[in-house]
T-cell receptor, first 113, second 114 residues
Framework: AQSVTQLDSQVPVFEEAPVELRCNYS??????LFWYVQYPNQGLQLLLK??????LVESINGFEAEFNKSQTSFHLRKPSVHISDTAEYFC???????????FGQGTTLQVKP | DGGITQSPKYLFRKEGQNVTLSCEQN?????MYWYRQDPGQGLRLIYY???????QKGDIAEGYSVSREKKESFPLTVTSAQKNPTAFYLC?????????????FGQGTRLTVV
């Protein structure tokens, strides 16, 4: 069985400060890893994904995440956040060749001016 | 525009009634999913379908039913057997459940029992 733990339910941060949203997972099989973002009353949008290759993956809006196999982590980082980054962020894993997506509980990022 | 359309956006149901949530996609995706979202619990998988005329139970299927008669449609029925149906429901699709591509989500339906 697989599980995903997002270690912080809420992360308040000031605008232009760096941020890290933590995600740990457990799985007995290889997995793909994803970060999704959700704005209020909307569906989820893919932020970035790790499938294979380089352990550091980046999104077009400045977020990055690093796959750490030994620590079974996939933390999301951004060096300088904007007010518009305020949203809920979900980490997810997909066991290979199953298509199932298993989500963490979500982390609310609150960017303050 | 290609995408996933969920309707209605808001839905109110009286206790004891069945209600059906619509999900349509024009992405030509084989796989479709239904998730339930509750505050602080993330998304939980209700049902998923890998191909037309086939579907499997997810982690919280009790009190729900689905059908997959057409590739583009995957409606979810919330039955009276679901004891706590008030939640935000999200439909998603992907190219194929054995693919490594991501899932695309609809805008969600918020169901409230009154």
């Amino acid at each position: 069985a697989q599980s995903v733990t997002q270690l912080d339910s809420q992360v308040p941060v000031f605008e232009e400060a760096p941020v890290e949203l933590r995600c740990n997972y457990s799985s007995s099989v290889s997995v793909y890893l994803f970060w999704y973002v959700q704005y209020p009353n909307q569906g989820l949008q893919l932020l970035l994904k790790y499938l294979s290759g380089s352990t550091l993956v980046e999104s077009i809006n400045g977020f990055e995440a690093e796959f750490n196999k030994s620590q079974t982590s996939f933390h999301l980082r951004k060096p300088s956040v904007h007010i518009s980054d305020t949203a809920e962020y979900f980490c997810a894993v997909s066991p290979r060749n199953t298509g199932k997506l298993i989500f963490g509980q979500g982390t609310t990022l609150q960017v303050k001016p | 525009d290609g995408g996933i359309t969920q309707s209605p956006k808001y839905l109110f149901r009286k206790e004891g009634q069945n209600v059906t949530l619509s999900c349509e996609q024009n992405l030509n995706h084989d796989a479709m999913y239904w998730y339930r979202q509750d505050p602080g619990q993330g998304l939980r998988l209700i049902y998923y379908s890998q191909i037309v005329n086939d579907f499997q139970k997810g982690d919280i299927a009790e009190g729900y039913s689905v059908s997959r008669e057409k590739k583009e449609s995957f409606p979810l029925t919330v039955t009276s057997a679901q004891k706590n149906p008030t939640a935000f429901y999200l439909c998603a699709s992907s190219i194929g459940s054995y693919s490594n591509t991501e899932a695309f989500f609809g805008q969600g339906t918020r169901l409230t029992v009154v």
